[in-house]
C-alpha cells in the first residue's frame, strides 16, 4: 500500500508553467511506478507521464511531449510533474497514481490514487 498527495496546482495564463507534487508514503515507494492522469468534466481520465521505479525510464501522452516532464526523488518519497508552456486545453484535474508493473498508460492499470489537484490556464 502507498498513500498519494498530491499539490501544487493553481491558476496560471496560458503560456505559464506549474510544478505539481505527489507526496507517497510508505516504505515501499521505490518499488511503484508513478503515472499522473488528468480529468475534466465530460472526459474519460487521460494519461499524462508515467516513470518507472528507478526514474530511468518515462512515458508522456503525445499532447504533453516537449513541454511536461516528469521526474522522482525516492529519497524524498516524491514524483514531480514539471509543465512548461501550459495551454488552455491543460485545464483538468490533475492525479497522481501508483502501481507495481510499467508499461501501461491505462487508469485502470492503477492500483492507488491521489486525490487530485485542480490545474486551470487561462487563455
Known amino acids: 500500500q502507498v498513500q498519494l498527495v498530491e499539490s501544487g496546482g493553481g491558476l496560471v495564463q496560458a503560456g505559464g508553467s506549474l510544478r505539481l507534487s505527489c507526496a507517497a508514503s510508505g516504505r515501499t515507494f521505490s518499488s511503484f511506478v508513478i503515472g499522473w492522469f488528468r480529468q475534466t468534466p465530460g472526459k474519460e481520465r487521460e494519461f499524462v507521464a508515467a516513470?518507472?521505479?528507478?526514474?530511468?525510464?518515462?512515458l508522456y501522452a503525445d499532447s504533453v511531449k516537449g513541454r511536461f516532464t516528469i521526474s522522482r526523488d525516492n529519497a524524498k518519497n516524491t514524483v514531480y510533474l514539471q509543465m512548461n508552456n501550459l495551454k488552455p486545453e491543460d485545464t483538468a484535474a490533475y492525479y497522481c497514481?501508483?502501481?507495481?508493473?510499467?508499461?501501461?498508460?491505462?487508469?485502470?492499470?492503477?492500483?492507488?490514487w491521489g486525490q487530485g489537484t485542480q490545474v486551470t490556464v487561462s487563455s
Open positions: 516513470i518507472s521505479w528507478s526514474g530511468g525510464s518515462t
Open positions: 497514481a501508483a502501481e507495481t508493473a510499467w508499461g501501461s498508460r491505462l487508469p485502470a492499470s492503477y492500483d492507488h
